[in-house]
Structures are given as structure tokens and as C-alpha cells.
T-cell receptor, first 112, second 117 residues
Framework: KNQVEQSPQSLIILEGKNCTLQ??????????LRWYKQDTGRGPVSLTI?????NTKSNGRYTATLDADTKQSSLHITASQLSDSASYIC???????????FGKGTTLSVSS | DAGVIQSPRHEVTEMGQEVTLRCKPI?????LFWYRQTMMRGLELLIY????????DSGMPEDRFSAKMPNASFSTLKIQPSEPRDSAVYFC???????????????FGEGSRLTVL
């Protein structure tokens, strides 16, 4: 069964600290993986996309990694800011014609 | 450019009433999706359209739910009759298949928060 598991479920960190969110998936065959950020009361917004051949991709303070062999991805946030407080959702797509599989997200709270 | 526009943003209704949620996708996008989000289950796909044609409605919970897309710029999700367990945030999203064939990014609306009393 195609599944996407995210950990931790929630996380609290101090402003300025780094953190890493995990996404493990069983989707096969794999096409791509996206990380979305969802602010409270808003719709999710894409942060980055990882395809099979990509290992690391950065978007400002956000760095995503992908290990297609172990079917794991991570999202590393550097020097966290209060505005990073949000839910981060991992979404995996299989090959053409298959549905997107959503993780339940990690809720990150950054405190001052 | 305007993003995906949903209305209403908030809806409070009583059990048994009809609820209609509306969505205007981004112009030029050929896919439209309806999702439901709850704390327990996260985001769940209800139905999606490609070029205004429903492709997969297997996520629609039951016959009380229906969705239409009469043209490329408008879609509705209707619940009749509504029940308390339908309380959730309903998101509409649109996307465009990229030239490279990699499935396009989903652009979500702000959501419609539904409370059924």
C-alpha cells in the first residue's frame, strides 16, 4: 500500500535554531516528492520538488534531501524564524496516472 | 496573477442543510482538485477534474457529496444533506501539466472552513 509517513508529528524549537523534518514513503514506482508549507488558516504552498535523480535542493533557508534507495526525504530548516511556524506536508507522486499521496504533516512551532 | 479563489471562507450551518462551496481555478490550469482536511486524517482527495471532466471521484465519501465543473473557470462542491461529521476545511487546488511531463505544482486556495452543527 502506498503510504507517506512524516515525523515528528509536532516540534517546538527556539528562534534561530535548526531543525530537520522527516518523510518516509512506500510509493513505488516513484516519480517525485514535494514539500509544502501550510501557514495557519491558509492553503499549502510548495517549497520544493525532488525528482528521482536529485539528492539535495535548497530554497533559501530550506534544504530538502532525497534518498530514493531508502525512500526517505528530509527538510532541513536553518536559523529558524518565527514565520517558519507552520505545518510542513510531504507529498509523493508515483508514475503517471497515479494519485498524489499526502503525509499528515509536521507542525512546527518556533518560539522567541 | 490571481490565485485559486474559494468561497465562502467560513460556513456555519445546521445539520440537514445544503452546503455549496465554490472554486475558481487559476486561468490556464487544466486540473482541478477538491480536498478535505481534518486534524485526524490530514488532506484527503475527494475528486479531481481534467479539462472540466471528472476523472476520479473515488474519494467522495458518499452520495451526499457531489461536484461539478461546468466550465474551465468554475467548480462547485455540494453537500446535501450536511452532517456534523462533514465539518472540516475544504480546499480547492489547480495545477498545470508541465511540458517536461513532471506533474505540476498544486496551487491551493485559502480553503472553506465548514462547521455543521
Amino acid at each position: 500500500k502506498n503510504q507517506v509517513e512524516q515525523s515528528p508529528q509536532s516540534l517546538i524549537i527556539l528562534e534561530g535554531k535548526n531543525c530537520t523534518l522527516q518523510c518516509n514513503y512506500t510509493v513505488s514506482p516513484f516519480s517525485n516528492l514535494r514539500w509544502y508549507k501550510q501557514d495557519t488558516g491558509r492553503g499549502p504552498v510548495s517549497l520544493t520538488i525532488m525528482t528521482f535523480s536529485e539528492n539535495t535542493k535548497s530554497n533559501g533557508r530550506y534544504t530538502a534531501t532525497l534518498d530514493a534507495d531508502t525512500k526517505q526525504s528530509s527538510l532541513h530548516i536553518t536559523a529558524s524564524q518565527l514565520s517558519d511556524s507552520a505545518s510542513y506536508i510531504c507529498v509523493v507522486r508515483g508514475q503517471a496516472g497515479t494519485a498524489l499521496i499526502f503525509g499528515k504533516g509536521t507542525t512546527l512551532s518556533v518560539s522567541s | 496573477d490571481a490565485g485559486v479563489i474559494q468561497s465562502p471562507r467560513h460556513e456555519v450551518t445546521e445539520m440537514g442543510q445544503e452546503v455549496t462551496l465554490r472554486c475558481k481555478p487559476i486561468s490556464g490550469h487544466d486540473y482541478l482538485f477538491w480536498y478535505r482536511q481534518t486534524m485526524m486524517r490530514g488532506l484527503e482527495l475527494l475528486i479531481y477534474f481534467n479539462n472540466n471532466v471528472p476523472i476520479d471521484d473515488s474519494g467522495m465519501p458518499e452520495d451526499r457529496f457531489s461536484a461539478k465543473m461546468p466550465n474551465a473557470s468554475f467548480s462547485t462542491l455540494k453537500i446535501q444533506p450536511s452532517e456534523p461529521r462533514d465539518s472540516a476545511v475544504y480546499f480547492c487546488a489547480s495545477s498545470k501539466t508541465s511540458i517536461a511531463g513532471v506533474t505540476g505544482e498544486l496551487f491551493f486556495g485559502e480553503g472553506s472552513r465548514l462547521t455543521v452543527l
